[in-house]
């Protein structure tokens, strides 16, 4: 038959040579970037929840909303795209994800699927996209508070250099970064339309900052070896067990009083923490599996779960008071 013959010279290099320049699947570039994690920009429908009826539905506000998940989603791609570049680099990645199977995190760089010059490609391309579509968002809100404008492009400057340039995350400042860079998934939307901060848009950036950081700290006690050797100095690479179960449950413990604060002044709907029990529960189970059993990977599954629930709490409760 024609498929048992021999192929001419050359033709399996040809073959090869085919595979390689055979352009990597978008499904890559998407796990580099972890566009497939949507918890990272939640903030953004929640934002929209604490607007006034006349703002939620104007066209101005769609489009700043729009504006605003193109950033988000953009600054977060690249930041994570940079991450796994320096992830390549120092062997990091290969330490830590090896021989561990986790929700949401796929290592292309590490397979094989992509090149180190293709994440980079795709990291500096976001980079643009990120700063043209906050120039856009800035000039359609335009005036605006300068601490928002100056708030912004810190917390764009910060995450690129997460794990890249200044390498943040390696000095200590990650937790703080993931933090921050999420909260700002509500506070910098709600800014842009309602041109400045509330009360209510501030306690609630907070609970969704420190709900994402129950989720990394978890991720950050299972790579706490790895870490070290890379001297990546997470809280959990530069504490002891026992004093990085401390933090764990201050973390914790912020949100809890984060949210008890906001009830007690008012701005956080009354029915709120009937609304989040579900959430906490699983929060309470995560501790458990987490601190007392030190299985961190299902406590970190458990957080996303948790920061879901908890989510949908505030989305439900600000649409009920927004109707009143």
């Known amino acids: ?6 192929l001419p010279p050359g033709a399996r290099a040809a073959e090869r040579l085919a595979v390689r320049r055979r352009p990597p699947p978008v499904a890559a570039f998407v796990e580099l970037g972890k566009l497939n994690v949507f918890e990272l920009w939640f ?5 929209w929840t604490l607007l006034s009826q ?5 066209p101005r506000t769609l489009l700043l909303l729009a504006l605003a998940l193109l950033l988000k989603a953009a600054t977060s791609s690249a930041a994570l795209a940079l991450d796994d570049v320096s992830g390549l680099r120092d062997g990091l990645d290969l330490r830590n994800y090896g021989d561990t199977d986790r929700y949401a995190v796929h290592k292309p760089l590490i397979d094989g699927r992509l090149s180190e010059r293709q994440a980079l490609a795709f990291a ?3 980079v643009g996209i990120g700063l043209l579509s906050m120039a856009a968002a800035f ?4 005036p605006l508070p300068s601490w928002l404008v100056a708030g912004e492009l810190l917390v764009f400057i910060l995450a690129l250099n997460y794990s890249y340039g ?60 790895g870490d070290r050797d890379a001297r990546r100095w997470t809280v959990a690479a530069m504490a002891s067990a026992r004093g990085n179960a401390v933090f764990i449950l201050c973390v914790f413990a912020a949100s809890a009083a984060l949210l008890a604060w906001g009830i007690r002044l008012g701005v956080l709907g009354p029915w709120l923490l009937v609304a989040l ?11 458990w599996l987490g601190v007392a059993r030190g ?10 779960e948790a920061f879901r629930l908890a989510v949908a709490a505030l989305l439900v409760v600000n649409l009920v008071v927004r109707a009143r």
């Open 277 to 287: 029990l579900p959430a906490l529960a699983l929060q309470a189970r995560q501790i």
């Open 54 to 58: 006349e703002e939620a539905f104007s």
């Open 124 to 126: 500096w391309l976001a």
């Open 1 to 6: 038959m024609a498929s048992d013959l021999p």
């Open 166 to 225: 200044l390498k943040l995350s390696y000095r200590g400042a990650g937790e703080l970064i993931t933090a921050v860079a999420v909260g700002s998934t509500l506070l910098v939307p709600y800014a842009l339309v309602a041109g400045g901060a509330s009360t209510a848009a501030l306690v609630q950036s907070g609970l969704i900052g420190l709900w994402m950081l129950q989720i990394a700290v978890f991720s950050n006690s299972q790579d706490r070896a």
């Open 139 to 142: 000039a359609v809100a335009w």
């Open 295 to 304: 299985q961190w990977l299902a406590a970190r599954l458990l957080g996303f």
């Open 43 to 47: 903030g953004i429908p929640v934002a």
